[in-house]
């Protein structure tokens, strides 16, 4: 059985390391290797880890891990930290959300050291990067030509994610547990807590939500005591509201999409959202809220069919008990 990265570099106080693992083999029989980043601070603490791009082609976690690490010192932290900045090779070299047999990464830990090909991959993370972490951070970006605003998903239930979703100061955080296979699902049911972050679009970097992303991050290691309370940039005040579900608006029919309401917006039911046009400009439908909620999702493709996903709403189903 393989030892994890934390295992490995136990005696190693104060420093940075920067190395990658054997991951698979390609077509050729030459080794794939995951790059990490492992940042060892000057006085024992908990183990993190922070991975980006589990699915291959959300980039935004890129730039929020470079950036942390120009941020942290080691000299001035508490445990250890663990960055994985491109979870997914394979799918990061095909530009593609998925893994090259067409599976989603996220859907398959942790992983069986002799199954299908993901199912190795899934495995190698969890072996060497995930089970013997005391938390973690996942980092995700919209499905393909969608736009994410900025949020943070986990189990509510459990208080350790509570306080770390809090730390991280989102205005928008969503109680879910996650799917069957998901990487923070399966980590939270071994007693490893693990917060999402969701925000921006594939296949880019975007500045906003880096500085999101690396003051999130910057408020839950300060929470934990990794850091002190003092380090990183201006925060807003930690989010104490919660959804517990979400659903899509669909289109009733084809045309041109026009919007008339944006991610982070409050809606009602009833309410307008956008119109369908036909080509020759007339307004064919209107798009309108069926709940009360925030808008988290968005399509940004203003060719639509009946259907077609347009607007994903966070709220609050009757049954559910704010922690």
């Not at 509570?162 to 007693?191: D, N, P, Q, W, Y």
Request: hydrophobic content about 35%; proline content about 6%.
């Amino acid at each position: 059985m393989p030892e994890s990265v934390f295992i490995k570099n136990k005696k190693s106080r104060n420093i940075i390391i920067r190395s990658s693992l054997d991951l698979q083999e390609n077509y050729f029989g030459n080794g794939i290797q995951i790059p990490y980043v492992l940042i060892n601070g000057k006085d024992k603490g908990p183990n993190g880890v922070i991975l980006s791009g589990i699915h291959g082609d959300e980039l935004n976690g890129i730039p929020i891990i470079h950036k942390l690490i120009d941020a942290l010192n080691p000299e001035h932290m508490s445990g250890s930290l663990l960055l994985l900045p491109i979870a997914n090779i394979p799918g990061f070299i095909l530009h593609s959300r998925y893994l090259p047999d067409r599976r989603d990464l996220n859907r398959l830990f942790p992983g069986q050291e002799s199954g299908s090909e993901g199912s190795r991959i899934a495995f190698s993370i969890w072996k060497n990067f995930i089970e013997d972490a005391d938390f973690g951070l996942d980092l995700h970006s919209a499905s393909y030509n969608r736009w994410n605003y900025p949020h943070i998903r986990g189990n509510m239930k459990i208080e350790k994610i509570r306080k770390m979703s809090s730390a991280f100061g989102a205005s928008i955080t969503i109680h879910s547990k996650g799917v069957k296979g998901s990487l923070r699902r399966e980590a939270a049911m071994r007693g490893i807590p693990f917060i999402l972050f969701e925000a921006g679009q594939i296949n880019r970097f975007e500045p906003g939500i880096t500085d999101i992303g690396v003051n999130g991050i910057i408020g839950v290691l300060s929470c934990l005591e990794m850091i002190e309370k003092s380090s990183g940039l201006n925060r807003p005040e930690p989010s104490s509201s919660y959804f517990s579900k979400s659903q899509w608006i669909r289109a009733g029919g084809g045309g041109l999409f026009v919007p008339s309401i944006f991610p982070g917006d409050i809606v009602k039911k009833g309410e307008v959202l956008g119109d369908i046009h036909s080509i020759q400009g007339e307004i064919r439908d209107q798009v309108k809220s069926d709940i009360d909620g925030r808008i988290i999702g968005f399509n940004l493709h203003p060719q639509v069919v009946p259907g077609r996903a347009l607007y994903n709403i966070a709220y609050t189903n009757k049954s559910f008990v704010e922690p």
